[in-house]
């Protein structure tokens, strides 16, 4: 069985920093896509990072403040947010896709997701 959990995530006053980390077990991710979703109150969930081999996407609210990374060998996935800011705020979901492919923003094309971590980014 296929488990993804993440860690990191928690309060921090906005201009302020956050590393999410998500460790995934029971299979590889090595050629699929590894990435980040979140969703806020009231809001529907949505994409922020994805990566694929040295290919990485990012929704436009967090380029050049957000950095996806991998470690194939340890099959994990980070998000480092900087900058935060109070819209940030959100549950954050480790995703993974089942098979190969390319990156997709559609929430549906990731087969594992992990319980998520909360992320308050205070004004």
């Known amino acids: 069985q296929v488990y993804m959990r993440e860690s990191g995530g928690g309060l921090v006053e906005a201009g302020g920093s956050l590393r999410l980390s998500c460790a995934a077990s029971?299979?590889?991710?090595?050629?699929?896509?590894m990435g980040w979703f979140r969703q806020a109150p009231g809001k529907e969930r949505e994409f922020v990072a994805a990566?694929?081999?040295?290919?990485?996407s990012y929704t436009d609210s967090v380029k050049g403040r957000f950095t996806i990374s991998r470690d194939n060998a340890k099959n994990t996935v980070d998000l480092q947010m900087n900058s935060l800011k109070p819209e940030d705020t959100a549950v954050y979901y480790c995703?993974?896709?089942?098979?190969?492919?390319?990156?997709?923003?559609?929430?549906?094309?990731?087969?594992?997701w992990g319980p998520g971590t909360q992320v308050t980014v205070s004004s």
């Open positions: 029971g299979r590889t991710f090595n050629s699929s896509v």
């Open positions: 990566m694929i081999d040295s290919s990485t």
């Open positions: 995703v993974a896709r089942g098979s190969s492919g390319v990156v997709s923003w559609r929430a549906s094309s990731y087969a594992y």
